[in-house]
């Protein structure tokens, strides 16, 4: 992986990029957001990349010339995946597309805008909007903050979200807590590990059960999300997806997890 993804082998400069560089990593400014987003996203040009150099797969941050200006982003190409023994090696990159595509069809709001990009320099992969770095005073706190957090858990629920790290919640300028990192996802069997393992057992807030009633009662928009996710899972994976919704209605409660095997393996 170091000889073939390596910073010396990136094209352009192979820097690492930062938002001082002149980039817009967010939607301020009349820049673009939503649908707009995902088409620049998809599309723009690559002028710059550099590697991102923790994690256990190839990351690269990129810059993308838009008409609105350079705008930074997230690269994970499907030729830097790691093999899992327990997931079809190249998926991991269509799995964090089809988190964004689910959290959008919620409204929930959390994951960034993501997309399958194929024309980039180590090949397919997917490509999501730079989250960057808050002002501090901007955090949500005390209730705000649980909120927010059992909406994310809900997220991860549906999704069997293998790896919900402490790193992988973040916070954008806005305020907005927001996750990353979901390639680990929508396994048929229970992967479910999580920092929020602790909300097991409690009721899931009416507001969040709602928004999940909403949904589950719109079937055009359930056949929509299903048409969204059918090039990014398998049957099997959609299935068990619609499943976990319908159960987490019926339950109403967090799913309790065991202390060994609902923590992930770093925080």
């Known amino acids: ?36 987003l995902d088409t620049l996203l998809a599309t723009a040009p690559i002028v710059e ?35 899992l023994w327990d997931f079809p090696h190249g998926t991991l990159h269509r799995r964090e597309v089809a988190t964004a595509r689910v959290d959008q069809a919620l409204g929930f709001g959390f994951t960034p805008r993501t997309v399958v990009r194929r024309e980039a320099p180590f090949g397919q992969g997917s490509l999501q909007e730079f989250i960057d770095e808050p002002d501090p005073a901007a955090a949500p706190r005390g209730e705000p903050l649980r909120d927010a957090l059992c909406g994310m858990a809900v997220l991860d629920v549906l ?9 992988h919640i973040l916070v954008d300028r806005s305020g907005h807590l927001r996750g990353i990192d979901h390639g680990v996802t929508f396994h048929v069997d229970p992967k ?20 999940l009633r909403r949904f589950a009662s719109d079937g055009p928009a359930g056949a929509a999300l299903d048409r969204d996710l059918g090039p990014l899972l398998r049957p099997a994976e959609r299935a068990a997806f619609t499943a976990r919704l319908r159960r987490l209605l019926r339950s109403g409660v967090f799913p309790r997890l065991d202390p060994w095997h609902g923590r992930p393996w770093e925080w």
């Not at 400014?29 to 707009?36: I, N, S, V």
């Not at 999580?194 to 928004?211: D, H, N």
């Open 159 to 167: 999704v069997n979200n293998g790896d919900r790290k402490q790193a």
């Open 192 to 211: 479910l590990r999580t920092v929020l393992m602790e909300l097991g057992g409690e009721p899931v807030p009416a507001p969040w059960l709602a928004r």
């Open 49 to 83: 990349i550099g590697r991102v150099p923790w994690g256990s797969n190839a990351v690269f941050q990129v810059l993308l010339d838009t008409p609105h200006g350079p705008r930074l982003a997230i690269y994970k190409p499907a030729r830097g995946e790691r093999p």
């Open 1 to 36: 992986m170091a000889g073939e993804f390596g910073r010396g082998s990136t094209p352009s400069a192979g820097r690492d990029l930062a938002p001082g560089d002149g980039a817009d990593p967010g939607p301020e400014g009349g820049a673009p957001d939503g649908p707009e």
